[in-house]
């Protein structure tokens, strides 16, 4: 007994449960066709779910524009299932409208109150053609529609565009360059439509964007949506994530497809054997315009064209390794966008490390709505040397447009100890000089030292004394070799450039013997060294001369009288003390010397003033 | 007297500076190749520079410390410092091999333009020796020529083998030291430039991007930046930071 009123109890929970659950309330207006001939009536349907009927005020039928109601009393339904433990409830009220002429006519909004809330349904436009352009009567024989002896049956309604079209739907139409836009391409189609073996028509382009699939669901299940009055099955037929790729105003192509569809107003007792009749129909979506506009200015260093919203992740594998051992340095870029074309970052590795191209792996989530997921890049770094090494702050520059700025991520990374030390290269091979095969020969050991900084030859100045001094040898050759030749040839001269050396020479003698002690000597050669002087200058052979004469040639050379006078008193003292008996006094001698030099140097001055 | 004391202090005194300078670099020199045996390359590089600080250098030294960059996979500095010792060392098989082994690391996408045919005939006759091997025989010959002319001179011989010796030795020597002066000239003043780090070269029509390592010749710093040709001739301007002259 206990049992029965717990599971009643539970039934009653459910039933109160799924009542509840049914409570969601919809108001929707309906016309049996979009387009009606001129002599034919519309039937506008008011239905209204998820609300018992007695919740419902009955509404009045909605005014018409183009359209007479024909009748203000409407047929009224009700309905209640029960679907996958759902229950449904509807009611529905209709009426019936005539229209007034050919062209556009419009049901207005209609307006239910449910309980304490009132709902407005959306204005339906039917269009009212010629009763020529409609199909004929169905004939509702119950033969006649399959009847072999009978006329072929009438072709089906066709089916138009509001019975079957394609809808995109775009994120947005004003994006910047390289922002992500979802664009969903749905097809819609009245329930009786059936749509099968559905294919692109067409190729499908959209240049200057990059593209990318977004994922559907594998089992497409249509959802039930009205449109104009008319209640269509909706399903998306595909979705894409564009980037566009350049600035300005890009265009994409329209999604053509092509399905078989059979009218949905079609008979299904018209037709053969019950068959349905499904006939081919292409259908696109419309042509989509996005305006695309450049990225700001004034981009950060490092930016490489990233647009979207983005985290950054630097890891390194290990932070204390030897010499030689490798260690992986990974940035992880996360976020929504253009995954697939971010650029690596480059990180400023050390030159310490010998650094491999990044490994690249890209992992996408979420492509059902926006492109996006994680993109890693993943370096070996190979240390060569030891050291604590750091490597600088990791940055990624990207662009977010819901901000409308630049974002500069950075990501720190722990300093890297380097241990030991590496063994030197050692090569398997060598090349036929002796140099490794594959590698470098690192060291040379003999310096050779110069300058480091090195002067041009032609700048310096030493250059140019080297090219000089031989120049100056071969002119002083020259000198000597003319000097020589004129010695030789020119005996008045050559006396004349000997006068004062010997003169000097025999002055120099004189000092010697005085020095020694030799009176004869001494006073031999100071006479000479004066008388010397005298003929070499004057040239006139000096031995044999007399005063006399040495009187006559000093006259002529132009020597004052006082001066011949004192230089023959002096020559004539130097042959006084020579043959002397008695010796002279080196006091006496010294006072000789000084004047014979005096006189010397009295003639030469009084010689060179006479010459010039 | 006093002059003559003073003046030879002071020369023995800057002989003995240099000296010790000398002494220093070597030293220096030493100590960095012992480094980059060991392994520890980035210590090698800074001493090398200390070498150079000391106001000397050598081809020796220039080739350890591109070898050291190259194995700090710094391949630009590598190229800019071989380029540096190949001026001083010539084709010194060993330098040529290490050239050969860094250019093979270079992404460069250029074409090389080829060498005009003067340049590489100058290079053929005289870019194995150096300035000093040409001053040396230009000098030689130099001093032939002028003994001869002062021969002439103090003998007055009139030969016609005298005269044609005079002009030949003469007319040798002057031509050996204008080459002298020439590749002298040459090897002082900068040749080109090694791109150091990644960089992009502006050009008129666009950008174009340049990987490290690739040779550029240097025309001139302007307002834009520096002027540099890539390999095929292509002219543009980039950060002269990221240039390294040789």
Redesign the interface.
């Known amino acids: 007994m206990r049992r029965k009123i717990l599971l009643i109890g539970l039934a009653s929970a459910c039933i109160v449960y799924l009542s509840h659950y049914s409570l969601a309330q919809t108001v929707n207006g309906l016309v049996s066709s979009p387009t009606i001939g001129a002599q034919e009536t519309v039937a506008y349907t008011l239905e209204i779910s998820g609300t018992n009927a007695s919740d419902v005020v009955n509404p009045s039928p909605p005014a018409a524009e183009g359209l007479t109601l024909v009748s203000p009393n409407a047929s009224r339904g009700t309905n209640m299932s029960i679907v996958n433990g759902r229950v449904s409830r509807s009611v529905s009220y209709t009426w019936h409208y005539r229209p007034e002429t050919e062209g556009s006519a419009r049901i207005l909004e209609a307006n239910v109150t449910i309980g304490d809330s009132t709902f407005h349904t959306s204005p339906v436009t039917v269009t009212v053609v010629p009763q020529a352009q409609r199909p004929s009567p169905q004939r509702r024989s119950l033969f006649g529609g399959f009847s072999l002896f009978d006329n072929p049956p009438d072709a089906p309604p066709e089916v138009t565009e509001q019975d079957i079209f394609i809808r995109a739907t775009q994120s947005d139409r004003e994006v910047y360059l390289n922002e992500q836009i979802a664009i969903d391409y749905k097809l819609y189609f009245r329930p009786g439509t059936m749509p099968r073996n559905s294919r692109q028509a067409d190729s499908w382009d959209a240049e200057g964007f990059w593209r990318e699939e977004l994922d559907l669901a594998t089992a497409l299940t249509p959802n039930m949506v009205v449109e104009n009055g008319i209640r269509y099955q909706v399903i998306s037929i595909r979705r894409i994530a564009v980037f566009p790729t350049r600035a300005g105003e890009l265009t994409i192509d329209p999604l053509k497809i092509s399905t078989e569809v059979q009218s949905p107003d079609a008979d299904p007792f018209n037709s053969p054997l019950f068959s349905q009749r499904y006939s081919t129909v292409e259908r696109a979506s419309p042509v989509i315009n996005i305006t695309s506009n450049p990225l700001p200015p004034g981009a950060p260093d490092g930016f490489t064209g990233a647009v979207g919203q983005y985290t950054l992740r630097a890891a390194l594998s290990r932070n204390t390794l030897e010499?030689g051992e490798a260690l992986q340095l990974t940035l992880t870029i996360e976020g929504t966008g253009n995954i697939a074309l971010i650029e690596a970052p480059q990180p400023e590795i050390?030159?310490?490390?010998?650094?491999y191209d990044p490994e690249v792996s890209i992992s996408k989530m979420g492509t059902n709505t926006l492109i996006s997921g994680s993109k890693t890049f993943t370096w070996l770094l190979i240390p060569?040397?030891?050291?604590t090494l750091q490597i600088p702050p990791v940055k990624f520059v990207y662009f977010d447009p819901s901000l409308a700025q630049y974002i500069v991520r950075s990501s720190d990374l722990n300093p890297i100890t380097v241990t030991g030390?590496?063994?030197?290269?050692s090569a398997t091979t060598v090349?036929a000089?002796g140099?490794p095969f594959?590698?470098?020969?690192?060291?040379?050991?003999?310096?050779?030292?110069?300058?480091?900084?090195?002067?041009?030859?032609?700048r310096g100045t030493w250059?140019y004394l080297?090219?000089l001094i031989?120049?100056l040898?071969?002119g002083v050759?020259?000198v000597?070799?003319r000097r020589t030749t004129r010695l030789a040839t020119d005996t008045a001269w050559a006396r004349n450039q000997r006068a004062h050396p010997l003169a000097r020479k025999h002055l120099k003698t004189a000092r010697k013997r005085l020095t020694e002690g030799d009176p004869d000597a001494f006073y031999a050669a100071l006479e000479q060294s004066v008388l010397g002087f005298v003929g070499n200058r004057l040239n006139v052979h000096e031995r044999g001369l007399t005063r006399a004469q040495l009187a006559d040639q000093l006259n002529k050379a132009g020597i004052r009288t006082e001066r011949q006078r004192e230089l023959i008193k002096f020559l004539d003292t130097c042959d006084a003390a020579r043959f002397a008996p008695i010796a002279a006094a080196t006091s006496q001698m010294e006072e000789h010397f000084a004047q014979g030099s005096r006189i010397l140097s009295t003639i030469a001055r009084e010689l060179e003033s006479v010459i010039s | 007297m006093r002059h003559g004391a003073l003046l030879f202090a002071l020369i023995a005194n800057v002989g003995f500076a240099n000296a010790q300078q000398?002494e220093d670099?070597?030293h220096l020199?030493d100590e960095a190749?012992g480094l980059?045996?060991?392994?520890?390359?980035?210590?090698a590089i800074g001493q090398y520079h200390a070498v150079?600080e000391?106001?000397?250098?050598?081809?020796?030294?220039y080739?350890?410390l591109a070898?050291?960059?190259?194995?700090?996979?710094?391949i630009g500095e590598a190229v800019c410092y071989y380029e540096l010792a190949r001026r001083?060392?010539g084709d010194?098989?060993?330098?040529l091999?290490?050239i050969q082994?860094?250019e093979a690391k270079i992404q460069s996408p250029f074409s090389e333009l080829p060498t005009p045919f003067w340049r590489a005939w100058w290079y053929t006759l005289f870019g194995q020796y150096s300035?000093l091997r040409f001053?040396i025989s230009g000098?030689g010959f130099?001093?032939i020529?002028?003994?001869l002319?002062?021969h002439y001179?103090?003998s007055q011989t009139r030969n016609n083998w005298h005269r044609r010796a005079r002009a030949g030795a003469l007319g040798v020597g002057l031509l050996l030291?204008l080459i002298?002066?020439l590749v002298?000239?040459e090897?002082?003043?900068i040749q080109g430039a090694a791109i150091i780090e990644s960089t992009t070269l502006v050009t008129e029509t666009g950008s174009i991007d340049v990987p490290e390592g690739v040779k550029v010749s240097f025309i001139g710093q302007t307002d834009l930046g520096a002027e540099v040709s890539l390999p095929n001739g292509v002219r543009g301007y980039v950060n002269a930071s990221v240039l390294g002259f040789f």
């Open positions: 010499v050390p030159g310490i490390f010998e650094i060569r040397s030891n050291g030390t590496a063994a030197a290269a090349t000089s140099f594959d590698d470098i020969a690192v060291l040379k050991r003999d310096p050779n030292w110069v300058t480091a900084t090195h002067t041009p030859l032609h250059f080297l090219l031989p120049v040898g071969v050759t020259a000597l070799r | 000398l670099a070597l020199f190749n980059v045996e060991s392994g520890a390359y980035a210590e150079l000391t106001g000397f250098a050598s081809g020796a030294l080739h350890n070898s050291a960059y190259f194995r700090l996979d710094e001083l060392l010194d098989p060993q330098l091999h290490n082994i860094v300035a001053l000098l130099y001093l020529a002028c003994l002319y002062a001179i103090w030291l002298a002066a002298s000239g090897r002082s003043s």
